[in-house]
C-alpha cells in the first residue's frame, strides 16, 4: 500500500493512496462544490442536456455576425508587423493596464487615467470589489429581482443582502430610506443601471440622483455594473452615476460588443479605492494580457496605438462606438422578431414592459393558466429549446422570505421568462421563438 506521511510533535496524518481528498479542501472551494443542490449561486438552476439541435434562448452573448473579426483581425495584423510593439505586449506590465487604454477609458468615463484599472472583464472587477469592501455580515444592498450570477462571488464573503424592490415603475427607494434612517448601513449598493439583466429597465435620472445623495448621506458605495450601457435601442443611454462622487464606482467591459473571450474590462474608481484595489489586483494575477490590451487599443484607436487599418478593402464599422452602434441595431430588430412571435403564437399573447436595449427580452405571458416550469420541460424535452425562468431572478424566497412563486413578486415564475435575443443570426432565432411559442402552448404547460 502506497502512503504519504507527514510528522510534527504532536500529530501524524497518514492519507491511503485513491482515498477522497475533499477534507483538504477549503471552505471557499467547498462552497463552490454545490452538487445537485439548487442554490441561488448556481445562476439559473439545474443544467440540462438538450438535443444536439436545439436552439436555447439562453445566451448572453454577442451574436456571431456581429463581432469585429476583420477589425481584430486588422489590428493584430497591425500589433504583430511591429516587432518592438510584439515584443513589449509579451512581457510583464503595469497592474492598472495599458496606458493607451487607459487614457482612452478615462475620456469615455470623464474620469483621470489614475483612477482606471483594467480588469479580466466585468465579473473579475465585481471580485476585486466585492473583496476590497465586504467582509462576512457586511450588509449590501441589491436590486430584486438583479443579475443571479454575482452571488458566485458574494457566497465567498456571505454578506447580509437587503433588497431593493425593483418593479416596472421603479425602485422604492421611500422603503430604503426608511431603513437606512432606521439604523442600517451598507457597505455598497449594487445595481445594473441600463437595459437591466433582466428586466430592461433604465434607472431615471430623479433614482439615480436620490441614490447618490443616501450613498454621500450614509457612507455606502453605489456599484454600477454597467455592461448594457452602449446597447441602447434608441442611442446611447443616460450618464451613469457620477464619478464627481467618491462613493460611485463604475463596473464595465467590453465583452458584450468586442467579444467576451478577450476577458476585458475596468473598474472607474474613487481616488481612495485606487489604491486597494490595485494591490489586491497585482496579488492576484498582477494584469491582465498585454497582448489582448495591446489588440482592443488597435481596435479603439486608443492612444499611440492609433493606426488606419490595412487597405484590403473598406471597414465598416470601426471604433467602438461604431461597432457598438451596428450592434444595437441589429438587436432592436431581433427583439422585436422574437417578441412578437411569442405575442402572436402564445395563448393569451406576452407582455413586455420594458424595450430599451441591451440582449434579453423579460417576456410575461398574459394566461395565467401557463405553467412555466412545466413549459420549460416540455421545450426542453420536445421542442428543442429552452429560456430562464423568471424566479431565478428574485433575491426574495431564497433567505427566508416568501418563495418565489407565492404571489408576492409581480413577475415570479409562473409568469415571466428571460429571453435571450443577441447570440443567434435572425433565422435561428426566428425558429428557437417559434419552437418556445410551442412550447408554451402545449397542453402540458397548463397548470
Same mark, same amino acid.
Given at each position: ?118 480588469? #479580466? ?50 425602485? *422604492? ?23 437591466? #439583466? ?27 455594473? #454597467? ?7 434608441? &442611442? ?7 464619478? &464627481? ?121 398574459? *394566461? ?15 421542442? &428543442? ?63
Amino acid at each position: 500500500m502506497n502512503t504519504a506521511t507527514t510528522s510534527d510533535t504532536a500529530t501524524t496524518t497518514t492519507t491511503r493512496a485513491g482515498a477522497d481528498p475533499a477534507p483538504a479542501l477549503s471552505p471557499s472551494a467547498l462552497l463552490s462544490d454545490l452538487g445537485s443542490r439548487e442554490d441561488r449561486a448556481r445562476g439559473f438552476g439545474k443544467a440540462s442536456s438538450l438535443p444536439a439541435d436545439s436552439i436555447p434562448l439562453l445566451g448572453g452573448a454577442p451574436s456571431e455576425d456581429l463581432l469585429p473579426l476583420a477589425q481584430i483581425r486588422h489590428a493584430a495584423e497591425d500589433l504583430t508587423a511591429d516587432p518592438s510593439a510584439l515584443a513589449a505586449a509579451l512581457q510583464y506590465s503595469q497592474s492598472p493596464g495599458l496606458a493607451g487604454l487607459r487614457d482612452w477609458i478615462g475620456r469615455r468615463e470623464g474620469a483621470e487615467p489614475a483612477r482606471i484599472v483594467v480588469t #479580466n472583464g466585468a465579473f473579475h472587477g465585481l471580485s476585486l470589489l466585492f473583496d476590497a469592501l465586504l467582509d462576512e455580515g457586511d450588509a449590501m444592498i441589491v436590486e430584486d429581482p438583479t443579475y443571479p450570477l454575482i452571488f458566485r462571488d458574494l457566497q465567498h464573503k456571505r454578506p447580509r443582502l437587503v433588497p431593493l424592490r425593483l418593479t416596472e415603475r421603479g425602485f *422604492d427607494i421611500d422603503a430604503l430610506e426608511a431603513r437606512l434612517v432606521a439604523g442600517e448601513r451598507p457597505k455598497l449598493l449594487y445595481t445594473v443601471p441600463d437595459h437591466h #439583466n433582466p428586466t430592461g429597465y433604465v434607472t431615471t435620472p430623479a433614482e439615480r440622483a436620490r441614490l447618490v445623495e443616501l450613498a454621500e448621506r450614509f457612507g455606502f458605495v453605489i456599484v454600477s455594473d #454597467n455592461a448594457y450601457h452602449s446597447l441602447g435601442f434608441d &442611442g446611447p443611454s443616460l450618464p451613469d452615476y457620477p464619478l &464627481g462622487s467618491d462613493r460611485v464606482v463604475h463596473v464595465r467591459t467590453f465583452s458584450k460588443v468586442l467579444g467576451p473571450g478577450l476577458r476585458l474590462g475596468w473598474l472607474a474608481l474613487p481616488t481612495w479605492l485606487v489604491g486597494p484595489v490595485t494591490r489586491l489586483r497585482a496579488n492576484q494575477d498582477q494584469h491582465s494580457s498585454v497582448l489582448v490590451q495591446a489588440i482592443v487599443e488597435r481596435v479603439l484607436g486608443a492612444g499611440s496605438a492609433a493606426h488606419p487599418a490595412p487597405g484590403d478593402g473598406p471597414l465598416a464599422p470601426r471604433g467602438f462606438d461604431a461597432i457598438a452602434a451596428r450592434a444595437r441595431t441589429a438587436y432592436a430588430e431581433r427583439f422585436d422578431l422574437v417578441t412578437s412571435i411569442l405575442d402572436a403564437q402564445v395563448p393569451g399573447g406576452i407582455e413586455v414592459v420594458h424595450r430599451t436595449g441591451g440582449i434579453f427580452a423579460w417576456v410575461r405571458v398574459r *394566461d395565467e393558466r401557463i405553467d412555466l416550469a412545466a413549459a420549460q420541460r416540455v421545450a426542453r424535452e420536445r421542442t &428543442g429549446t429552452d429560456a430562464v425562468l423568471g424566479r431565478y431572478f428574485f433575491w426574495e424566497g431564497a433567505d427566508g422570505g416568501p418563495a418565489a412563486g407565492s404571489g408576492t413578486n409581480p413577475a415570479d415564475d409562473r409568469g415571466a421568462l428571460r429571453v435571450g435575443i443577441s447570440h443567434l443570426p435572425p433565422e435561428r432565432l426566428r425558429e428557437g421563438a417559434e419552437r418556445l411559442a410551442a412550447a408554451l402552448s402545449d397542453p402540458e404547460a397548463r397548470g
